[in-house]
T-cell receptor, first 116, second 115 residues
Framework: AQKVTQAQTEISVVEKEDVTLDCVYE???????LFWYKQPPSGELVFLIR??????QNEISGRYSWNFQKSTSSFNFTITASQVVDSAVYFC?????????????FGRGTSLIVHP | DTEVTQTPKHLVMGMTNKKSLKCEQH?????MYWYKQKAKKPPELMFV???????INESVPSRFSPECPNSSLLNLHLHALQPEDSALYLC??????????????FGQGTRLTVV
């Protein structure tokens, strides 16, 4: 069973539009971690944010914001006033305890294309 | 220095070749990882090293052989690979075992093509 669902395979927007990338997760653990990573065409995975299961505060970092809702098991990511440089694949990941370690499971990713 | 450096960036090898991928970090991280990523797929964990010891092997075929010579270096030795092994191989590191509870840093990856 897929633990992290990113239902949007590809999103295409025009520059300056706001865009929200959805992430729904599934876990029975009470302690877990959620992540968002950005993967530009160069291939490197860029860490964006980490959230633990006890911290439901939403976070804003510049044009990026994240909405964590345990009631709906969602951890959505919004980019405000999108730019061409935001074009990338975005991965949501869930990390659960496994033998004392926390190893993440990645969603399938959402490819964001921002047109000028 | 917050970089994870992977070499080479691109590698083409024949099915009878032996090659190695290298990964280096100087952040004092004690956990290092190899991931495999096929085109349009998410990264899949292969190996985890914690304090220079192999702690997780995700049932990876023996034609992939990891090695951690010291706390800064991680190698992946390749032998008798198949064309389906062509992928982006990503190395990552974090302060402690498990990416979940600490920020993870990824390298740019090695794009491997097996011919």
């Amino acid at each position: 069973a897929q633990k992290v669902t990113q239902a949007q395979t590809e999103i295409s927007v025009v520059e300056k539009e706001d865009v929200t990338l959805d992430c729904v997760y599934e876990t029975r653990d009470t302690t877990y971690y959620l992540f968002w990573y950005k993967q530009p065409p160069s291939g490197e995975l860029v860490f964006l944010i980490r959230r633990n299961s006890f911290d439901e505060q939403n976070e804003i970092s510049g044009r990026y914001s994240w909405n964590f809702q345990k009631s709906t098991s969602s951890f959505n990511f919004t980019i405000t006033a999108s730019q061409v440089v935001d074009s990338a694949v975005y991965f949501c990941a869930l990390s659960e305890a496994a033998g004392g370690s926390y190893i993440p499971t990645f969603g399938r990713g959402t490819s964001l294309i921002v047109h000028p | 220095d917050t970089e994870v450096t992977q070499t080479p960036k691109h590698l083409v090898m024949g099915m009878t070749n032996k090659k190695s991928l290298k990964c280096e970090q100087h952040m004092g991280h004690r956990a290092m990882y190899w991931y495999k990523q096929k085109a349009k797929k998410p990264p899949e964990l292969m190996f985890v090293y914690s304090y220079e010891k192999l702690s997780i092997n995700e049932s990876v075929p023996s034609r992939f052989s990891p090695e951690c010579p010291n706390s800064s270096l991680l190698n992946l030795h390749l032998h008798a690979l198949q064309p389906e092994d062509s992928a982006l191989y990503l190395c990552a590191s974090s302060q402690g075992e498990g990416l979940g509870n600490t920020e993870a840093f990824f390298g740019q990856g090695t794009r491997l093509t097996v011919v």
